[in-house]
């Protein structure tokens, strides 16, 4: 497992301060071994907690046109019909996933195609799972059409209360492959993902996913 790109100077400036303020208190209080300790703890937890939150983990990449794969690491929150209003002007099955600060926050493609339609929304940071937070929040919206099946599936990336930085590395136009990474939410979030009516729902609310890995629906053929 290696550390995601979104992470590496942060943690380096982390492991600087933290060092700092350890030897800091050594040369201040020699005597306090006890106060010395916990603070090492302390540092070495804390630090422990930022690393994993960056954590990268190798997937191996689907391939399957007729499976709509999670873009995210979470929990199933929301399976509803939703009135999709900025791009598709239709009706959809919504699946949301809400991302604790514990999960891996890489958001992946969930199907291989085309890049139709991105959008970065600035907006308010209400906590992910409030049902404005889709349409009131930061937030990006990215459309992916599949080019064999002409299938279009919307993903939207949401900040919560402490994700406050959204990050994407696409644009119209993009090629994108099943399960390749777009996007990462730092500490916190919410990811939309609009489906077909017809599509063969294959999660259930509270359901645990894995981004790229998790298939949330199949296809109608």
């Known amino acids: 497992m290696t550390i ?3 992470g590496r100077t942060l943690l380096f400036w982390l ?3 933290l060092a700092g303020i350890n030897f800091g208190t050594h040369y201040l209080f020699p005597e306090q071994e006890t106060v010395l300790n916990l603070i090492l703890l302390s540092s070495i937890i804390f630090y422990l907690l930022i690393l994993q939150f960056f954590r990268n983990p190798t997937i191996l990449m689907p391939d399957n046109e007729t499976i ?3 873009p995210a690491e979470g929990k ?3 399976i509803e019909e939703a009135e999709e209003t900025e791009f598709l002007h239709e009706k959809r099955r919504q699946i ?4 604790s600060p514990v999960n891996v926050h890489i958001n992946r493609s ?3 195609g085309i890049v139709d339609y991105f959008k970065y929304h600035p907006g308010k940071y209400m906590v992910a799972w409030h049902p404005k937070a889709s349409y009131e929040n930061e937030r990006t919206t990215m459309v992916v059409r599949n080019t064999k099946t002409d299938v279009k599936i919307l993903v939207r990336q949401i900040a919560g209360a402490v ?3 959204i990050r994407f590395y696409v644009k119209e136009g993009d090629p994108i492959v099943q399960g390749g990474e777009f996007g990462f939410i730092k500490f916190g979030s919410r990811v939309d993902v609009f489906v077909p009516l017809d599509a063969e729902i294959l999660v259930n609310i509270d359901d645990k996913t894995k981004g790229g890995i998790t298939p949330l629906a199949r296809l109608k053929q």
């Not at 949301?96 to 991302?99: C, L, R, T």
């Open 96 to 99: 949301s996933i809400f991302m």
């Open 4 to 6: 995601h790109k979104e």
């Open 163 to 165: 994700a406050r930085r």
């Open 110 to 112: 969930p199907i291989s």
């Open 76 to 78: 199933v929150v929301v």
């Open 15 to 17: 492991l600087a301060i």
């Open 68 to 70: 709509i794969y999670a």
